[in-house]
Nanobody, 119 residues
Framework: QVQLVESGGGLVQAGGSLRLSCAAS????????MGWYRQAPGKEREFVAS????????YYADSAKARFTISRDNAKNTVYLQMNSLKPEDTAVYYC????????????WGQGTQVTVSS
């Protein structure tokens, strides 16, 4: 059974940093994409960033481009999201997802990890 397990969330002050991890188990990913999405209270889930397993090509939402960095470790079957200069509006549950396209065709979701940024 394929599973995605996120970790690294927590409470941080505005301007701080967090690094989220998403470890995949049950299969080795060599194609497709792994992405990060987030859902704030009362809002729809939105795309944050994704990375291609094979090429490492990265996609970012406009809100993430300057402050977040997505990376992968193919050997560990793990994807990371380094988040710097965090803002209160970044507060959300962050989910990782495996997908066919950079922002679509999601086949597997992780359980999510809470990120709370205090002002």
């Amino acid at each position: 059974q394929v599973q995605l397990v996120e970790s690294g969330g927590g409470l941080v002050q505005a301007g701080g940093s967090l690094r989220l991890s998403c470890a995949a188990s049950g299969r080795t990913f060599s194609s497709g994409y792994m992405g990060w999405y987030r859902q704030a209270p009362g809002k729809e889930r939105e795309f944050v960033a994704s990375i291609a397993w094979a090429t490492g090509y990265k996609y970012y939402a406009d809100s993430a481009k300057a402050r977040f960095t997505i990376s992968r470790d193919n050997a560990k079957n793990t994807v990371y999201l380094q988040m710097n200069s965090l803002k209160p509006e970044d507060t959300a549950v962050y989910y990782c997802a495996a997908s066919i396209g950079p922002k679509s065709g999601i086949s597997i979701w992780g359980q999510g990890t809470q990120v709370t940024v205090s002002s």
